[in-house]
């Protein structure tokens, strides 16, 4: 290995002038070495189940000619709605060859959060499975621009029907011929929370891979190496699942571990153990999971070989469980969904420091700016900035020029981020200069949330905000206002709970929900969620001691 001096000066990007996602990540090694694996489920007891480059070039191309039946062609939004599977990887290659737009989202979403996202990137197509069904029925009739639905999962007794996506790979040819495609042709839209309103989609281009693969082999150390093997239990519908692990790795040859199930520690620890799981990419909250459930016997049938870390912070007691119990240094990456791995550890390196995420990954520029706009001085707080152009970098919000403007200062992109840089290029990340929520690894936008508060009958007004909690980060907590003649009782809040957990997601809802009599607003009616996040974290104070119960799930 290099050092990261050398790394960082004598690094140049030098992109194709065509590229295609599908292609590199699927044709190139089938091509030279068709055998080859690139996808394992682990299934628990019963063996597990593989698929070679051969294969999955061979399925996509079908799948493509499929899509291409329908009337799918370059620029068409394909809404992806699927857990871990095969599947979803063929749907995510068959859109790229046509010259189409991935649009993963997660089957967590219910029917308010699924149909905004349909709606606003105007999905001709989606791949459903049979378990999402009755949430895509909820909303599907009401979408205009949606044409035709692709089911996975469907019962043997269904008989197979048009839609059945089993049936349509193997009936379909496989002569349809990739779309000449380059870097900065569009490929996936990443739906992202706003601070206020709506979601928005950050639209990346077929170069979003080319310029994730510095950032994996740095925090993966010289990645990849022989007998690698990666696995993350984070969804592949988030830039986290897709883009730090998925879609480069497939690229570099490295076979991908997944699973269906939820995550749960001592399943955790028997997956990586089964499989020979050598790299893992676990979120903050996965981690301290693991370490609340460490086990002797199942670690010492580990055979890790690099942990990364990235969505938030690592606490030092998570990070010194690593070093001390498994062995590693967990190496900690930073970034967002328009803008991902752009900061990074690499233990091997010795760009490893603790408090710190680490330094700007080679091949990427980065600097903390101050509200003039201008570089702020080491050691003083600024806002993370990316310059422009950087292949990793989004296009721009999907629909949506003026957040898209707003989102540069002049040939740098503004994260929104908190952080000090130290004298030696380390960055300290302090927080967000906005409302977003970190909640085990997830990033929520409040306004979506208490815009589905406020569509409940009995609820006037809501401030939703991220409460302290040592397990998640931050949960997410509701401050209501009923209307009038409506009781505040335990029995409304549950009801309320599960009224946001059924429209939005599992992860959205609130974990928290305190009634209050009135809501500070600032002069022009705006929600000052500010005194709420002092309230919240007045609660949290002395109250962080051990951690409650035990924790089964991300859920």
Not at 346 to 368: D, F, M, Q, T
Request: with cysteine; aromatic share 8%; glycine share 10%.
């Amino acid at each position: 290995m290099q050092t990261y001096q050398s790394l960082t000066a004598g690094f140049a990007w030098n992109l194709p002038a065509r590229y295609n996602i599908a292609s590199a990540c699927a044709d190139a090694w089938a091509c030279r070495a068709p055998e080859r694996i690139c996808l394992i489920e682990d299934r628990g007891a019963a063996a597990a189940l593989t698929m070679s480059y051969g294969e999955l070039a061979f399925a996509s191309r079908k799948l493509a000619g499929a899509m291409a039946a329908r009337g799918i062609g370059r620029g068409d939004r394909v809404a992806i709605v699927l857990p871990q599977s095969f599947e979803t990887v063929i749907a995510h290659l068959a859109v790229y060859r046509l010259g189409a737009i991935a649009v993963p989202l997660a089957m967590r979403f219910g029917p308010d959060a699924l149909g905004f996202r349909l709606e606003a990137s105007g999905a001709r197509l989606a791949v459903l499975h049979q378990e999402g069904l009755a949430t895509f029925n909820a909303v599907g009739e009401s979408l205009a621009s949606l044409e035709s639905v692709i089911i996975v999962g469907g019962g043997p007794g269904d008989g197979g029907g048009p839609d059945d996506f089993s049936r349509l790979v193997a009936d379909a040819p496989a002569t349809i011929g990739d779309a000449d495609t380059g870097p900065d042709d569009p490929a996936l839209i990443i739906f992202t929370s706003g601070t206020t309103g709506a979601p928005k989609g950050a639209l990346h281009g077929h170069r979003v891979v080319l310029g994730h693969l510095p950032g994996i082999r740095f925090s993966h150390e010289d990645y990849p190496q022989p007998g690698d093997r990666i696995w993350t239990p984070s969804d592949w519908a988030w830039a986290g699942g897709l883009l730090n692990v998925l879609l480069p790795s497939l690229q570099l040859g490295v076979p991908v571990v997944f699973s269906s199930e939820r995550f749960k520690p001592d399943e955790a620890y028997q997956l990586m153990a089964r499989q020979n799981v050598r790299n893992a990419f676990l979120p903050a909250t996965a981690l301290r999971i693991l370490a609340a459930a460490s086990d002797e016997e199942a670690i010492g049938d580990l055979n890790l070989r690099t942990i990364a870390s990235a969505g938030e912070s690592l606490p030092a007691a998570t990070y010194d469980w690593a070093r001390d119990t498994l062995g590693l240094t967990v190496n900690e990456f930073y970034g967002q969904t328009e803008c991902n791995m752009v900061l990074g550890s690499s233990a091997a390196l010795g760009v490893s420091r603790g408090g710190a995420i680490g330094k700007a990954v080679p091949g990427h520029e980065v600097a903390l700016r101050g509200e003039d706009g201008r570089e702020v001085a080491r050691g003083t707080p600024g806002t993370i900035a990316i310059r422009a152009p950087d292949p990793v970098m989004f296009l721009q919000y999907w629909q949506d020029p003026a957040a898209t403007a707003a989102k540069f200062s002049g040939d740098w992109l503004l994260t929104g981020d908190q952080a000090v840089m130290d004298a030696d290029g380390y960055v300290a990340f302090l927080g967000r200069d906005d409302d977003i929520i970190t909640s085990a690894g997830y990033r929520i936008g409040p306004g979506e949330v208490e815009n589905c508060l406020i569509a409940h009958p009995a609820v006037k007004l809501a401030a939703v905000i991220g409460k302290p909690d040592p397990l998640r980060t931050e949960i997410v907590k509701a401050y209501v206002v009923v209307k009038d003649g409506v009781e505040e009782t335990k029995a409304l809040a549950a009801e309320i709970q599960h009224f946001v957990r059924n429209r939005l997601s599992a992860h959205e809802y609130p974990r928290e929900i305190a009634f209050v009599d009135d809501m500070p607003l600032t002069t022009s009616g705006k929600i000052i969620r500010r005194a709420f996040r002092e309230r919240a974290a007045a609660e949290t104070d002395g109250a962080c001691g051990a951690m409650q119960g035990s924790a089964q799930s991300l859920g």
